[in-house]
């Protein structure tokens, strides 16, 4: 009677072991779904944003080549036009460093090289975004590194400035 009792426990330790392993893998399986989701959905808000601010900016067709086409500003923009191009350039460098940020916390995006290559093409033809974020260092903790290894010439007049500490990516 012993020794069935024995064999009886031996055989649900194993079964319970079993039924923990075919558990983990459902679990593992529905971690990476949703992974996949979080991913995707980081970058539908992420593509939301972009195309909101890209939006309001067809509204200004005057400013619309200081963003695009790397066009230099010119010193005759109106005060209400100044303004908007900082704003402008102030709300690109949110969505750039938010992206970067995303990309770094959700890696199933699986597209920070395509991320960090958006940015550096927005940095570099965009005078009004390196302005901005050579003048907010902290700002924009993730772009501001982009900025001082592709662009240091971006930072001569604010090199007195303190620079933020560099992420460890």
């Known amino acids: 009677m012993t020794t069935a009792l024995a064999v009886l426990g031996v055989l649900v330790a194993a079964g319970s072991l079993l039924f923990s392993g075919w558990q983990a893998r459902i679990l593992s399986r529905q971690t990476a779904v949703q992974n996949g989701t979080a991913g995707a959905a980081t970058m539908q808000q992420l ?5 909101e601010v890209q939006g309001r900016l067809l509204d200004e067709p ?10 230099v500003v010119p ?21 750039l460093t938010i992206g970067l940020f995303f990309h770094k916390s959700v890696p199933q995006t ?17 005078e009004p ?9 902290f700002g ?29 990516e």
């Open 140 to 168: 924009y903790p993730d772009l501001w590194p982009l900025l001082r290894d592709h662009f240091p010439e971006a930072l001569q007049p604010t090199l007195q400035q303190p620079q933020p500490a560099r992420s460890n």
């Open 110 to 126: 699986d597209s920070i090289k395509e991320w960090h290559a958006f940015c550096i093409r927005m940095l570099k033809h965009s």
């Open 47 to 51: 593509f939301s944003w972009l195309h």
């Open 75 to 95: 010193q005759d923009l109106s005060p209400q036009e100044n303004v908007r191009l900082r704003t402008f350039a102030s709300m690109y460098s949110d969505v």
């Open 129 to 137: 975004i390196r302005i901005e974020v050579a003048a907010k260092p």
């Open 62 to 71: 005057r400013l619309l080549p200081f963003f695009q086409v790397g066009e």
